[in-house]
Structure formats: structure tokens, C-alpha cells
């Protein structure tokens, strides 16, 4: 008779284990979700990381334990025995809290290190404490087989603050080999996600911390401002709360469980405030509150956050987690009696609607999405309109090339040699003549006088002609006239007035392109003038110095150009 077979490997069990479907944030979301079960109302995260010398001798900072404390009802020995098993839970199936399958703090420590220790103690006990290490589990032979009865151990000293006086648990993770980034680049981002994942539980009262900092709650409709980090920002338009009913699955249903459920949908239009105009979505008051990362939608199970994000395989285009879509929020909440409509994993990372809820989905927030969009671009337009209107007193000497004829003016160069004998004054009035000749006399002596005062001008125009611009040589002050009529421009511009339909970065581009090909086309002016009207090259020769020195000022211009623009980041 053959010998009995164990259907699992314990050692190779628990390794292939430590390859869930977790990230590192979510991974610590399993200890909090534990202690806001155990109704703790302090929760405190301490990483405990050194520096060591990273790629190319940049310091980096390696997490040696992460710890996790709490003042909620702490757990009696027998508990704390079971507690890190994997299957093991005082709760399994229920969908009244947070927790549900009984795998998620042992499974999510694991993936992420190799020994986990808990302490924990009831009001009116004492502290107890066990662990488990994968390296004794996993040693051959095992030093460790089955997890440790708990003996009575106080925390140590420099954790005890993480804990409640009379009560609490510690868990601390060490051996800790999965770290995704910087311990320094982590702790903020620690903050971010859970002042999203646990903001209702924030506003009813809850605290976290992480390294001393407590938590701001993070709301991804901007509508409630309460326990954020600005309190008194104004609150987002909130739209009429939309609900899909959806049959509760018979594995979800409990003996008083309805046959349906309500998918409940808020939607918000952010504050005018954030979004005056175009490109408004890279400034520091939007990025203070993460504004700029709100280009998702909010998944909600029982108050906690299991998505983030554009939602997979999205019924409508590609575009709809564009950059214009941070401008309005989307909360979708469900109670766990309809884990299975939306795919939650026992891990509580990710909640997928299922293909027909998907498309309901779509179906109620589409038309809402449309709306905030239209308001959006509405606001946009109307303040471009202000914008553009001269204001009392202003001279209307704009040609909407300020900005590169800045950056030629602030730029040193040579004088041209081309125009040396010109006389500025009678050339300035015959091209004012043919170019401004719908200007009265007033206005057309401020151009001119404009056109003096720096060295280079652009005016844009249209004629018919192969020449896509024209360069006038005054006498030491350059006019150049585009031909928008040709394909080069009309090309051009047609790229810049797509761009300029999204938001934020698509702006910037679209503003530093047109910079770009202004200081492109400034650069052959100036390296033009650059030759005496009487000398004579060969064709070769004059090639090649017309290029180097088209080169050289080119290169000239942009660096004045990105040194201001690397100014303006800092």
C-alpha cells in the first residue's frame, strides 16, 4: 500500500504564497482594516528605515520593519494563536465590516516579508505575544512547524506608543524584502492612499498616522472638506445620487438578505476655483491637494475604498481617463453582499464590476461626465474670451508671439551685417503700409515703435505663395510675417488647437511647440542679417555657414528659453 500523500507542501506553499496579487499599500491596508474591525480609534504606522548608498551613490533609504499599532479591543491568547493562519478568522463570510475571507493580514505580510510579530492585549490582561518567520518555516529541516503558543511579552520600549494603554495590538513586519521604492518617496505616498482608502472612517472620527503625521482624509469628489488637509477649500458641485439595482447573488445572501442591492453613484463637478483656465491642472495648489491625479473613479465597499482609477476594458473611448476628466469625481459604493458583481478578490485590491454592471454603469454616468465636461470647456472658453479682451488704456499691440520675442529681446547675440545701411524709419513705414493697412496712424506709430524697441516682431498674415514667412530686415529690428495659408501652418496649428482641447499637460505642449517654431524661425532670421550684403560665397560655403550659424542661434535661444522655464518649476 503506498504511503499518504499530502495534498499541500508546506514550504513550497507558503513561497508561492508570497507572490499575491498585492502592492505594498494595499498590503498594509489588511493590519488597518484588522484594527478599525477591532474598533480601534488610533492607528498608528511607523517605518523604520536607514540609508545606503543607491545607484550611481545616491542614497536610498531600505525599510528594515514597518509597524503597525492600535487601541482597539486587543484579542484574548486563544485568538491571538489563530490569528496569523492562513484561513483563520473570527469573521469568515461575514459582510457586515471590512474583513470577510480570513487570509488577508498573514497572506499580506508575507508578500511583502519574511517574519511578522503580533502583541496584543485585552483591557484588564496582559500583553501576549507570537510570530511567525519564513526562513525558520522554510529551513530544512524546519525550525518551525506550527506557530507558537503565545507567551505573556510586553512591546518594546520604543513601540509602546504605538499601542493604546489598556489596550491594543502591535503587529511588526521585519525582514522586510519587497520594498517597492524609497522608504522617504514611500511614507508621503502611505499617506495619500489611506487618507483616500479610509476617508469615511476619518470623518467619523477615526485617526491615523504614519510616522507622527496624521492622516488627512482625501476626498476624490472634493465634496466634503471636513478632516482634510484644507478644511476650508470650497466644496464641489455634487450631482442627484444615481442607483442601479442589481440581484444579490445567492453565495452572497444572508437568511434577511433582499434579493437586490443598490450600486449607489455620486458624481461631482470640482470648483471653479481649481480650473480657471487651460492649463491650470500642473499648479501647486492642484497638486497639494492631488488634484492632478484624480483621473478615475472611487470604488467603495462597506465605506472602504478597493479601486482607484480607470476601470479596465471601460466601455466608452480611451479618452475618458484623460487629463480633463480630473476636473470631476465619481464615488461608486456597494455594500459586500455584492462582492461577486464586482469581482472582489480575498485580498480587498481591485473591484471590477462585472461586464453587464460595467455597462449600466456606463450608461448612468456618461451623460453626467458630459455635462461637468461641457462646463469645463464653457469656463475655459469664457475666461480665453477675457483674457483676449484689451483691458481700459491697454494698447492692442499683441500678436500672441509675445512670449518667443521675449526670450530673442533677453537672448545676447551680434549685430546683423545684412541691414547695416537700411534706415529703420523709412523701411519701418513700407512695410506698415502693406502690413498694418487697416490700422489707423496712432496705432500704427505704437507698431513701429514696438518693432524698434526689440529685435525681433511676428505678425501672422495670409497670401497666396509658396513662402511660408517673410523676413524684414529693418536696420537692426527683424519682422517676420507667417503665411497661415500655407500647409506648413495650417498643419501646425491645427496640432496646437487639438492639444489645446484637453487639459493641463496637452496646453503646456501645445504653448511650448508654438515657442519652439517661433524661436526656430527667429534663429534663420538672425543667421541670415548675419551676412554683408557685397560678400560672395560659393554655394557650398554659403550652405554651410548659413547652417552653423542658424545652429548656434538657435541654440542661443533655447537656452535662455529653458533656463527661464527651469526658474519658473523651481
Known amino acids: 500500500m503506498s504511503k499518504t500523500v499530502r495534498l499541500i507542501n508546506d514550504a513550497t506553499a507558503i513561497l508561492s504564497m508570497r507572490e499575491s496579487d498585492f502592492d505594498a499599500y494595499s498590503a498594509y491596508g489588511e493590519v488597518i482594516d484588522n484594527s478599525i474591525q477591532a474598533s480601534a480609534t488610533n492607528i498608528r504606522i511607523r517605518v523604520c528605515a536607514k540609508e545606503r548608498s543607491g545607484t550611481k551613490g545616491r542614497p536610498y533609504s531600505i525599510i528594515e520593519k514597518i509597524c503597525f499599532g492600535d487601541d482597539g479591543i486587543g484579542m484574548p491568547p486563544e485568538v491571538l494563536h489563530q490569528c496569523l493562519v492562513l484561513g483563520y478568522s473570527t469573521r469568515y463570510n461575514d459582510r457586515s465590516g471590512i474583513g470577510r475571507f480570513g487570509v488577508g493580514m498573514t497572506l499580506a505580510a508575507i508578500n511583502q516579508c519574511k517574519r511578522v510579530e503580533v502583541y496584543s492585549k485585552e483591557r484588564d490582561s496582559s500583553w501576549h505575544y507570537t510570530y511567525i518567520d519564513l526562513d525558520e518555516l522554510t529551513s530544512n529541516p524546519p525550525k518551525m512547524e506550527s506557530i507558537p503558543a503565545p507567551v505573556i511579552k510586553t512591546p518594546p520600549l520604543d513601540l509602546v506608543d504605538l499601542v493604546g494603554s489598556e489596550r491594543g495590538t502591535l503587529v511588526v513586519w521585519t525582514k522586510y524584502d519587497r520594498q517597492p521604492i524609497s522608504a522617504e518617496r514611500m511614507i508621503p505616498e502611505i499617506r495619500i492612499w489611506c487618507g483616500r482608502t479610509y476617508r469615511h472612517f476619518i470623518w467619523d472620527g477615526l485617526k491615523i498616522f504614519v510616522d507622527g503625521i496624521e492622516t488627512a482624509a482625501i476626498d476624490p469628489l472634493y465634496a466634503t472638506t471636513k478632516s482634510t488637509k484644507f478644511p476650508d477649500d470650497p466644496a464641489a458641485t455634487v450631482f442627484p445620487e444615481m442607483t442601479i439595482p442589481w440581484p444579490v447573488p445567492e453565495e452572497g445572501r444572508g437568511p434577511e438578505s433582499p434579493p437586490e442591492s443598490n450600486v449607489r453613484i455620486r458624481m461631482s463637478l470640482l470648483p471653479n476655483v481649481f480650473r480657471p483656465n487651460q492649463g491650470s491642472g500642473g499648479t501647486q495648489e492642484v497638486r497639494d491637494r492631488h488634484i492632478?491625479?484624480?483621473?478615475?473613479?472611487?470604488?467603495?465597499?462597506?465605506?472602504?475604498?478597493?479601486?482607484?482609477?480607470?476601470?479596465?476594458?471601460?466601455?466608452?473611448?480611451?479618452?475618458?481617463?484623460?487629463?480633463?476628466?480630473?476636473?470631476?469625481?465619481?464615488?461608486?459604493?456597494?455594500?459586500?453582499?455584492?462582492?461577486?458583481?464586482?469581482?472582489?478578490?480575498?485580498?480587498?485590491?481591485?473591484?471590477?464590476?462585472?461586464?453587464?454592471?460595467?455597462?449600466?454603469?456606463?450608461?448612468?454616468?456618461?451623460?453626467?461626465?458630459?455635462?461637468?465636461?461641457?462646463?469645463?470647456?464653457?469656463?475655459?472658453?469664457?475666461?480665453?474670451?477675457?483674457?483676449?479682451?484689451?483691458?481700459?488704456?491697454?494698447?492692442?499691440?499683441?500678436?500672441?508671439?509675445?512670449?518667443?520675442?521675449?526670450?530673442?529681446?533677453?537672448?545676447?547675440?551680434?549685430?546683423?551685417?545684412?541691414?547695416?545701411?537700411?534706415?529703420?524709419?523709412?523701411?519701418?513705414?513700407?512695410?506698415?503700409?502693406?502690413?498694418?493697412?487697416?490700422?489707423?496712424?496712432?496705432?500704427?506709430?505704437?507698431?513701429?515703435?514696438?518693432?524698434?524697441?526689440?529685435?525681433?516682431?511676428?505678425?501672422?498674415?495670409?497670401?497666396?505663395?509658396?513662402?511660408?514667412?517673410?523676413?524684414?530686415?529693418?536696420?537692426?529690428?527683424?519682422?517676420?510675417?507667417?503665411?497661415?495659408?500655407?500647409?506648413?501652418?495650417?498643419?501646425?496649428?491645427?496640432?496646437?488647437?487639438?492639444?489645446?482641447?484637453?487639459?493641463?499637460?496637452?496646453?503646456?505642449?501645445?504653448?511650448?511647440?508654438?515657442?519652439?517654431?517661433?524661436?526656430?524661425?527667429?534663429?534663420?532670421?538672425?543667421?541670415?542679417?548675419?551676412?554683408?550684403?557685397?560678400?560672395?560665397?560659393?554655394?557650398?560655403?554659403?550652405?554651410e555657414n548659413f547652417r552653423i550659424n542658424w545652429g548656434l542661434y538657435l541654440k542661443s535661444y533655447l537656452q535662455t528659453w529653458l533656463n527661464e522655464e527651469r526658474d519658473y518649476d523651481e
Open 292 to 543: 492632478d491625479r484624480n483621473q478615475g473613479i472611487s470604488i467603495v465597499r462597506n465605506r472602504r475604498e478597493v479601486f482607484y482609477g480607470a476601470i479596465p476594458y471601460w466601455p466608452g473611448p480611451s479618452t475618458w481617463f484623460s487629463e480633463i476628466d480630473r476636473w470631476w469625481g465619481c464615488e461608486i459604493a456597494f455594500d459586500a453582499e455584492l462582492d461577486r458583481a464586482f469581482t472582489v478578490k480575498n485580498i480587498k485590491r481591485g473591484a471590477i464590476p462585472v461586464p453587464e454592471l460595467k455597462e449600466a454603469i456606463y450608461s448612468q454616468i456618461s451623460p453626467t461626465r458630459e455635462t461637468c465636461l461641457g462646463r469645463v470647456r464653457s469656463d475655459w472658453a469664457e475666461a480665453k474670451r477675457i483674457e483676449r479682451e484689451p483691458k481700459p488704456g491697454q494698447q492692442v499691440l499683441e500678436t500672441g508671439h509675445g512670449a518667443a520675442e521675449k526670450v530673442a529681446k533677453k537672448t545676447p547675440t551680434d549685430t546683423g551685417a545684412l541691414d547695416k545701411g537700411v534706415d529703420f524709419a523709412t523701411e519701418a513705414e513700407r512695410l506698415a503700409g502693406s502690413l498694418l493697412r487697416t490700422v489707423d496712424a496712432e496705432d500704427r506709430a505704437k507698431w513701429i515703435a514696438k518693432w524698434k524697441s526689440q529685435p525681433f516682431s511676428i505678425h501672422d498674415s495670409h497670401w497666396k505663395g509658396p513662402e511660408f514667412f517673410e523676413a524684414n530686415h529693418l536696420g537692426g529690428s527683424d519682422v517676420l510675417r507667417y503665411n497661415l495659408g500655407h500647409p506648413f501652418f495650417e498643419e501646425v496649428y491645427r496640432i496646437i488647437q487639438t492639444l489645446e482641447t484637453e487639459d493641463s499637460e496637452d496646453v503646456v505642449l501645445s504653448r511650448r511647440l508654438k515657442i519652439m517654431i517661433d524661436l526656430l524661425i527667429i534663429a534663420y532670421s538672425k543667421a541670415e542679417s548675419k551676412f554683408e550684403p557685397e560678400t560672395v560665397f560659393t554655394a557650398k560655403d554659403f550652405v
